[in-house]
């Protein structure tokens, strides 16, 4: 997509929200103006910490997630022994919704940072996992026979074949499921913490009524779950460019 | 250079492809091997390459048992063989790249190196693209480019081993007739060049008796006995032009057609 078709993009839903605004002439809908002026005003006195508290929950979830989810997927695709023996694990967990876990693990590892950290850690975790062990799985056995003809061993075979085919899988799982982190991040933290935007937007803001202040969160609520998502979808065309080449 | 000696090989649960089987295989050598589908012909090069071990008997190349694949040997497979993610340039490199992976790995004995050459230069990289005439193509990914440039990225990447047997299996199978023409005569002038011991899979009887100056015709499983037809006359780029191809042609689709009859009846 073209920067100027965002940025039309951006704006005309920018309008809309104005128009309806001027509509509805409530307290509960101000226009993106005044948010706009709020969101300034309050990013200097706490929100802009709210965000980078957020901020440092999702990515150092992510980054978790990534580092365990990758390299079990890889062990359980290139295994088919390995993987009788944990597909029906992975079956039956990969579908529960991990939101529900949330009191036990608030239970278990308190309200601080641990517990947000964990539960997104969870949510990302399978989708990765999955699709790196279905890619690692699915590569043909003609490319691997070919590679090892070369002379490859295991270390080779992992470093030349496994590694790179894994690595745009794992940005697709998670540039997928961004956008279920932020949701949950934003639940775990509407209670039970005194800190993150979650926080910001339901106690601080919300609970005292004051409308423009949740609106300025909301907007940097999305404005993180846009960035992470920029951020993968970029990632993803420099390190997989033949991803998105066209076939002849 | 390739030993079959009493080899025996099944798939698990199926009855064996190959009982009793002796072929050899002398160095500078070309055969080509043809027989109907599910004659083990992919699986006779499989063993031959290290990728596959016999259930009884033993393979030896180059004197030596193949318990795991050798870099001196190069494979050639129709499809899929390079890397969706690299371009040709990367792919031709690959071999490059792994040498220097292993530079540091020793190997016991004396037994030889199953690792790709360390020394493989980037200068000879390219100037394999470009004896394949696929210099051009160097940053294009193996999806941009057409089969018959894809099968020459492989060609290259293997040739950048400095082989001294190379594997093909049904290389040139899902080209069209004019690409494949062309191709099988870059087979021959490589060959000439380099000198490689070469086995050519394939169904196709006019390449086979195009390129393998020895003939090895399979039947349908188990192969006991070799079936071997001489053909002196191949090897020379100008060969499809005279009578004595015409001849071998006819004379090998008798045999293939004779067995074929006996089985049927």
New interface residues.
Partial sequence: MRRRELLLATLSLLLAWQLLAWLLRAEVLPGPLAVAQVLGRELLRGLGRHFLVSGWRVVSSITVATLLAVPAGLALGQSKRLDRFFAPLVYILYPVPKIVFLPIILLFLGIGDTSKVFIIFLILFFPILVVVRDQAAAL?P??I?????????R??LF???YL??AV?AALTALRVSIGTAVAVLFFAESFATTSGLGYYIIVESWGRLAYPEMYAGVIAMSALGLLLYFVVDRLERRL?P??F???? | MICFSHVTFAYPNQPPVFQDFCWQVEPGEAWAVIGPSGCGKSTLL?LA???RQPGAGQVLVAGQPVP????S??????????????TVWENAA??M??GQ??RDKRVPGDSPR???RPDITPDQVNRWLARLGIADQRDK?P????GGQRQRT?IA?SLL?QPNLL?MDEPFSSLDALTREDLQRLTLELRQETGVTTVIVTHNIEEAVYLGQRILALDRAPNREVCTIANPGAGTLDFRGQPAYQQKCTELRAILAARQGMEEK
């Fill in positions: 043909r003609e490319l026979y070919s590679v090892r003809s070369l002379g490859a061993g270390r080779a470093r030349f074949v790179p085919a745009p997989a033949w991803m080449t066209r076939d002849m | 499989y390459a290290g990728l795991r694949p050798r870099a040997t190069g494979l050639v497979l129709q499809d899929f063989g390079l890397l969706p993610w690299a690959l071999v790249r792994m992976f292993y199953p690792y790709p990914y999806n941009q480019i057409s492989a990447r081993q594997l």
